[in-house]
């Protein structure tokens, strides 16, 4: 059922754990995550002792709970909970750095801190004087544990009585510069997400099983192994750990979903993976968000595979996927058509807005877009506009309707007065058979712009050298003349977010390091 707007004025997204209760899902598996099972009733139990617990500790309504979780089975518990009795989850990536956790406790003023056993002691050093309580998953000195806290509590919680504008959770959102911002969402986003994009787009059903390699604190994640499959009553799929091709492959292999959510830089690492057909078996569709899906990877992972990968766009402002192909319907080489109860248009660079065919920056209007940046009232004004967000990414939209991502506003390149994509410049080497990944970006060289470009080479072929000169005269033939790497790195590695957009801005770094 599409929505524009929340359903009703009093919501609590918890809500939906009762209601797959009262529809006869209390022994379904609810979410199978390493350390154990939950079906859909010992879960309501556990967010319920959850919930108990952190009134217990203090925590009111609208207080911030900060959460530095794997995908264990301890988030779902615990963030849920925190929604719950009105209060407001802060996940945020347990593999970040001292500093940015000092940020996020000073930033959310939490008292309370869930965090894995194994971060206890790098927490505490980033804390210093300031002292939340501590919550591990697991056992560790100084913290306390947090399974026998929730033995200890009642099984039974009524929800919060939370208005569906009511604030929920928020998400960290990290920019190229600058400390990570907290992104502000409220009680009927999820619905709203979960409707349009898993429902109208996908089509996601009781019976399936959703494994997502993106981790429950990111937005793409969250949707994925969380809120799709509880509003549909499916079963989620969660993995501890880095999410390498192995571990991915194990766990396919093990869980056999029905859906499979990842990433580009991952979906091409699999395909190249040996005897993973075995491990694709069960899946009925493959989800790309992140970044956009090059045209070969989506064509070497549907030729041997036989599936294809619906490839979208979304943000951790809007929440969720807001443009995606269809499943059986891909426009291959696009990002698609506008998702159900979402509005798209392109701005040209007087601030006009496009009609029909064109290129500009895009912007998004629909009900899940984030309240506001927290701390961050200037950014807020210039990104969140009425009904519009500002997405800061650049788009072709062609004549059908769908669209082509080019790349971030800020990366795009200029050289000799001339617009270059770098996303479609990364799709033509990434189509080369010598190469499985690349990143390109601008540099100043003799005062003038040109273009480098960062290759991940397959093992064996002609020199770097060689290499190079071929990877040039490649793109020259295939795009326009001046579109091609006028210098060419060979790397091991490519610097990723932890969704697998890879960072030019650490890319230009270390050209400049070179230079300098």
């Not at 960290?172 to 907290?182: A, D, I, V």
């Not at 069960?282 to 992140?290: F, T």
């Not at 549907?302 to 192909?325: A, K, P, Q, W």
């Not at 967000?389 to 506003?409: I, L, M, P, T, W």
Request: hydrophobic residues 40%.
């Amino acid at each position: 059922m599409l929505l524009t707007r929340a359903k009703r004025e009093r919501l609590n997204a918890t809500s939906v754990l009762d209601r797959n209760i009262e529809e006869g899902r209390a022994g379904k598996a609810a979410v199978i995550a390493p350390d154990r099972t939950l079906s859909y009733g010992e879960l309501l139990t556990e967010v319920n002792r959850a919930g108990r617990l952190l009134k217990e500790l203090g925590v009111a309504r609208e207080q911030r709970v900060l959460l530095v979780l794997d995908d264990s089975s301890a988030f779902p518990v615990v963030f849920l909970g925190a929604m719950r009795i009105g209060a407001v989850p802060v996940p945020v990536s347990p593999l970040d750095k001292a500093s940015n956790f000092a940020h996020f406790l000073e930033d959310t003023y939490a008292e309370v801190v869930v965090v894995d056993a194994e971060r206890v002691p790098l927490l505490r050093e980033a804390f210093g004087d300031r002292t939340p309580t501590l919550l591990s998953a697991g056992a560790a000195e100084g913290a306390d544990e947090l399974a026998p806290a929730l033995a200890q509590q009642d099984d039974e919680l009524t929800p919060a009585n939370t208005h569906c504008d009511d604030v929920a959770f928020w998400l960290y959102s990290s920019g190229s510069t600058g400390l990570p911002k907290g992104v502000v969402h409220l009680h009927h986003d999820i619905e709203i997400t979960c409707e349009n994009f898993a429902g109208e787009v996908l089509g996601i059903r009781e019976d399936d099983v959703l494994f997502s390699t993106t981790k429950l604190y990111h937005a793409y994640g969250l949707g994925n192994g969380l809120n799709f499959p509880l509003h549909f009553g499916a079963t989620s799929v969660l993995m501890t750990g880095p999410p390498r091709p192995e571990p991915i492959l194990a766990k396919l292999r093990e869980r056999r979903p029905t859906v499979f959510f990842s990433v580009p830089a991952l979906f091409a690492a699999i395909v190249r993976a040996p005897e993973a057909e075995d491990a694709l078996e069960p899946v009925r569709m493959c989800v790309s968000a992140a970044e956009a899906l090059p045209p070969a990877t989506f064509d070497r992972w549907s030729e041997r595979f036989g599936l294809e990968i619906v490839d979208g766009i979304g943000s951790t402002e809007m929440l969720h996927i807001y443009c995606s192909n269809r499943p059986d319907q891909v426009i291959r080489g696009t990002t698609g058509l506008p998702v159900p109860g979402y509005e798209l248009r392109l701005i040209d660079d007087d601030g006009n807005v496009l009609e029909g065919a064109g290129i500009g920056s895009l912007e998004v209007s629909g009900d899940s877009c984030a309240a506001f940046y927290w701390h961050q009232h200037e950014k807020t004004k210039r990104s969140m506009r009425g009904d519009w967000f500002s997405s800061g990414d650049r788009f072709r939209r062609n004549e059908d309707g769908s669209y082509v991502y080019e790349g971030r506003a800020d990366d795009m390149l200029k050289v000799g007065g001339l617009w270059v994509s770098p996303v479609d410049m990364e799709n033509q080497l990434v189509a080369h058979e010598r190469v499985s990944a690349a990143g390109v970006v601008g540099i100043s060289q003799d005062d003038t712009s040109r273009i480098a470009a960062f290759v991940i080479r397959e093992p064996g072929g002609p020199s770097d050298d060689e290499l190079a000169d071929e990877l040039r005269a490649w793109c020259k033939e295939r795009m326009r003349r001046y579109e091609y790497p006028h210098v060419v790195h060979f790397v091991e590695d490519l610097p990723r977010t932890v969704t697998g957009k890879v960072q030019r801005f650490r890319l230009r770094e270390l050209t400049d390091a070179e230079q300098s």
